[in-house]
């Protein structure tokens, strides 16, 4: 029971009491209680998880695997796997995500696209130009 999730395990942890100016980058799984003025970016291909807690709050682009979010985000987010918008998410700006699972009381003031809608978007758009 226990341990067979290993995609879910958190390797990091940025506190409540932390303020990081910057982008982070990270691998394997990362939860966020404080605040990030920057992008957030898992490694490519790593299946990185990130949990933004609802004390969280990131300013900046947003991009990981399995995304779990319960905090505020203000700034455009990808997620190559599964979001998951818990009842006090704030999302201001577009999500692309592959599989999307939204509690109530969750808020995106943004575009929702599926990520299989992407490709064949910037192929149409580079096809005008």
């Given at each position: 029971m226990f341990g067979h999730k290993t995609k879910s395990t958190?390797?990091?942890?940025?506190?409540?009491s932390t303020r990081i100016?910057?982008?982070?980058?990270f691998k394997g799984g990362l939860r966020i209680d404080g605040q990030?003025?920057?992008n957030v970016v898992?490694?490519?291909g790593q299946g990185g998880m990130l949990v933004i807690s609802e004390s969280a709050r990131v300013e900046g682009e947003v991009r990981g695997a399995h995304l779990v979010?319960?905090?505020?985000i203000v700034g455009t987010v990808y997620s190559t796997e599964l979001l998951e918008?818990?009842?006090k998410a704030r999302i201001t700006g577009d999500?692309?995500?592959?599989?999307?699972e939204m509690h109530g009381g969750a808020v995106v003031?943004?575009?929702l696209t599926p990520d299989d809608a992407v490709e064949p978007m910037l192929k149409l758009a580079s096809s005008k130009t």
């Open positions: 958190i390797d990091s942890l940025i506190g409540a100016d910057g982008d982070v980058h990030v003025r920057g898992a490694e490519a979010v319960n905090g505020e918008l818990q009842p999500v692309v995500y592959k599989a999307l003031a943004g575009r």
